[in-house]
């Protein structure tokens, strides 16, 4: 496959991102527990939207044809309430939900509106019991740096995640309510992107920019990414459902080759939404949707955010940065110290004795290597501060420290005096006697003793320089 040449195919591309976030859901206080066990209750439901609220021809259609059909919603007595069930009016927005948003929306150069409407979006398939989604504008006009790339954010909303789907048949839809209300960011980029490969960057910067509020769900499905590229003499088409955002240029570029077979046939390809397949191809999955039919939410009140208190956060990027720089280690010490939420500035201020090097290795490569070369997990934190202070203070000695965490990983209990440091005086006596005992054994014969005797407690070069000296 000759490679493509974007610019002269005319590929533009836009992405939207869509994050759930950790804590209480967004219009009640149930937790964002996502469950696929047995449920607690199940209710039945019919379509609640009447037609003169869905308005498009397609849409009111597809209503007509959903209308015959009813739904299951599978709950649960803990995690779902009469909010998700439409029994109940929404409570006051979720602040910590929107708190977050409006931190997104500021790192990405967004403008903060003045005021925030809740609104409606009309939902038809049953995925939420009310037949809408609610969905608030944040943030607008903001941009993304990529390379030396500046790539235009359009929108930041804050909306309820709908419910999952569990099984679809022509009669009826069963939906697990437990997803329903899940405080989701939308973030929509302009068709800006003029290269798969960029579009996965801008994926991968967002992606962080989110991570780095520390607030965002974590897991598969927690982050989804939808494509929308077209090119000259296509049709512009949606890519939805990437299972990672490392797959997005290969499945881009499958597409366009896919719109470039049809025209070169002699075909117009046809917009539409289309599904990111396991394997990097697309496959057909609706029509494209017209402009969402909105209206506003009227039991919930405006909400007119305060922008000066909106804090942003440093990113995981410069956290990492400044890692690096500051002790010394490796980008990738560093960015897994970030990553795993290690506070690494304590750790290093408490044992100045060792080097920072020493400590990010053993927080984070060491756990990795007993697992790869014992097949032991060892959750290195609860030991860290007693082997770290230890070494720091010379109790043992820093080869000691990975040789314990090894037995503890076994089962054993740390064993900290086999390990006791030997003192130089100690030392010096202990090797005065060795020769004294063993006139006629050369050098290399008694270090041999020395070292059974003090293996990872003394240092050779000590050895060696009492045995130069008191060896005549
Ligand atoms: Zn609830």
């Known amino acids: 496959m000759a490679a493509l040449n974007y610019d002269e195919l005319g590929l533009k591309c836009g992405i939207e991102i869509h994050q759930q976030l950790e804590g209480k859901k967004l219009f009640c206080d149930c937790l964002t527990e996502i469950r696929k066990d047995n449920p607690d209750f199940k209710i039945v439901r019919r379509l609640r939207a009447s037609a003169g609220e869905i308005g498009r021809v397609d849409q009111a259609a597809l209503y007509e044809q959903k209308k015959q059909k009813y739904f299951i919603y599978q709950g649960y007595n803990d995690i779902t309430c009469d909010v998700e069930l439409d029994e109940e009016p929404p409570h006051p927005i979720n602040q910590e939900a929107l708190k977050t948003t409006l931190q997104v929306a500021k790192m990405l150069n967004c403008m903060i509106v003045d005021e925030i409407q809740v609104m409606r979006k009309t939902v038809i398939d049953g995925s939420n019991t009310s037949g809408f989604q609610r969905t608030m504008l944040i943030g607008m006009n903001g941009f993304v740096k990529v390379g ?228 032991k997990e060892i959750n290195v934190f609860e030991y860290a501060d007693e082997l770290f202070s230890r070494a720091d203070s010379e109790i043992i000695p820093i080869s000691a420290v990975f040789e314990i965490l090894t037995e503890i990983a076994h089962g054993k209990k740390p064993d900290y005096e086999k390990y006791k440091g030997v003192s130089d005086e100690e030392l010096e006596k202990e090797i005065t006697n060795l020769i004294k005992n063993n006139k006629d054994a050369p050098i290399k014969a008694l270090m041999g003793m020395v070292m059974a005797k003090y293996r990872g407690k003394i240092d050779g070069k000590k050895a060696i320089e009492f045995l130069k000296k008191h060896k005549k």
């Not at 509020?213 to 929308?228: E, F, L, M, P, Y």
């Not at 117009?268 to 990097?280: N, S």
């Not at 009140?301 to 720089?325: A, F, G, H, Y």
């Not at 960015?335 to 060792?354: G, P, R, T, W």
Request: one cysteine or more; hydrophobic letters at 35%.
């Open 148 to 375: 030396n790339r500046k790539i235009r954010i359009e929108s930041v909303c804050l909306e309820e995640e709908a419910c999952q789907i569990i099984k679809r048949t022509k009669e009826y839809d069963i939906y697990n309510l437990s997803r329903l209300g899940i405080p989701l960011i939308e973030i929509a980029t302009s068709a800006d992107i003029k290269t798969p490969e960029e579009a996965r960057e801008v994926a991968s910067k967002i992606g962080m920019i989110l991570r780095s509020t520390g607030a965002c769900k974590r897991g598969i499905g927690s982050i989804r990414q939808d494509v929308n590229l077209s090119i000259k003499g296509g049709a512009r088409v949606e890519i939805k459902g990437f299972q990672d955002y490392r797959s997005i240029p290969k499945i881009m570029n499958y597409e366009i080759e896919r719109q470039l077979k049809l025209i070169k046939q002699g075909k117009k390809p046809e917009e539409q939404v289309r599904k990111a397949e396991p394997d990097f191809t697309t496959s057909y999955l609706r029509p494209m949707p017209g402009m969402d039919r909105m209206y506003p939410e009227t039991d919930i009140p405006s909400i007119k955010p305060d922008v000066r208190e909106v804090r942003t956060v440093k990113t995981i990027e410069q956290r990492t940065k400044e890692l690096v720089k500051k002790h010394n280690i490796s980008n990738d010490l560093a960015s897994q110290l970030v990553k795993q939420e290690i506070d690494f500035k304590d750790y290093a201020n408490k044992y100045k004795n060792l080097k920072p090097k020493f400590i990010a290795d053993i927080l984070i490569n060491a756990p990795k290597e007993i697992k790869a070369r014992f097949n």
